[in-house]
């Protein structure tokens, strides 16, 4: 018989935080699953330590490809995945032992949900005074943002969702794979993963779920651990922005965006930003500039002018605003 749940784990180059990971789907409480792990295209010992476990569970499988991006692989995943429940995980985080079981639950008693997130925790190896950061990660991000509905039965789950909820997850992600539950129905509608995009393909995904009427659920219990270290540091990388900046180039001009085109253009905007700023801490404005009059073609901001005129200055302009809004966001 099928498994109820298929897990499917993207790893790139992520051998030393594998054993881990792996681990932690073992020791779920809920047992009724199997574990697909997609190599894309490592050069490390992740081959290795994967079968190392294939050799001890039979509900582990190893899949290799060539590097083709976490969206390649997730889809690589999906389509031998034999589950109706789908279950991310990328390969150097980690659950918690009743992450899976919480989840099954919800998503029985409730056939309406596609798709169930967990509160997470964050822990970064590379900031010592974050390392003891724990849960909550987005928690109360999304409790305000998204109209949470309390459903009965279950202690601090809830429905959410409500008016542009499609047009609001596209200025924030906060919609981490590694605590996502889906119906694999969800990923057939809409058509899979994005693989144009490395980086904003979960972000992508999620969107066009939203914009399909699929309906979301959210946990406040902990399910997830998302590690913050070396590996993760290509997620400020200007690599990682231009990829940002791809996505909403993309998602501006879909058609199957068009009933949040608004969103898609701030969103433009705040990528465009995102980058002046980037080259301006790494004391480069002529990219800067060159940033500014590229957004000029889709309605830039004053704002992104000012970043972007600051940037022949330097960084310490954009650190003293930053400390001066944060200090407002506090005191109100």
């Known amino acids: 018989m099928s498994p109820k749940v298929s897990v499917v784990i993207s790893a790139y180059q992520k051998a030393q935080f594998l054993p881990r990971t792996l681990q932690s789907v073992l020791d779920q409480t809920f047992q009724d699953f199997e574990v697909i792990v997609v190599d894309d295209g490592s050069t490390d010992s ?16 190893y899949v290799y490809q060539e590097n083709q991006g976490p969206g390649s692989a997730r889809n690589t995943g999906m389509r031998t995945a034999q589950a109706e429940l789908i279950a991310l995980l990328d390969g150097d985080d980690a659950w918690l ?31 010592t005074r974050q390392s003891a950061q724990t849960a909550n990660y987005y928690h109360d991000y999304v409790l305000s943002h998204f109209n949470p509905c309390p459903l009965d039965g279950f202690e601090g789950v809830y429905l959410i969702g409500g008016t542009n909820f499609p047009a609001k997850i596209t200025q924030k992600n906060v919609f981490l794979p590694t605590t996502v539950m ?14 144009e995009f490395r980086g904003p393909e979960d972000l992508d995904f999620w969107v066009r779920a939203a914009l399909k009427k699929c309906q979301f659920a959210y946990t406040s219990q902990v399910g997830a651990i998302y590690y913050k270290n070396e590996t993760s540091l290509v997620q400020a990388s ?42 301006t801490y790494q004391r480069q404005p002529g990219k800067a500039w060159r940033m500014f009059r590229q957004s ?35 005191q109100t």
């Not at 009743?98 to 989840?103: G, S, T, V, W």
């Not at 889709?298 to 600051?310: C, H, K």
């Open 238 to 279: 200007e690599r990682s922005y231009l990829e940002q900046l791809k996505h909403a180039l993309y998602a501006h001009c879909s058609p199957e965006y068009e009933p949040i085109r608004d969103a898609t253009r701030r969103l433009v905007h705040k990528r465009f930003r995102q980058l002046v700023v980037f080259y």
């Open 46 to 61: 992740t081959r290795e330590i994967v079968e190392s476990f294939v050799k001890n569970d039979s509900r582990v499988e």
């Open 182 to 195: 889906f119906r694999k129905r969800v990923w057939v509608e809409i058509g899979g993963f994005n693989e």
């Open 97 to 127: 032992p009743d992450k899976l079981e919480h989840q099954v639950q919800v998503m029985k008693a409730f056939p309406n949900i596609d798709l169930l997130l967990t509160n997470s925790q964050y822990i970064s190896t590379l900031e």
């Open 296 to 330: 000029m073609a889709y309605g830039t901001s004053f704002r992104t002018l000012l970043m972007a005129a600051a940037s022949f200055v330097g960084p310490v302009p954009l650190t003293a605003y930053r400390k001066a809004r944060q200090s407002s966001s506090r």
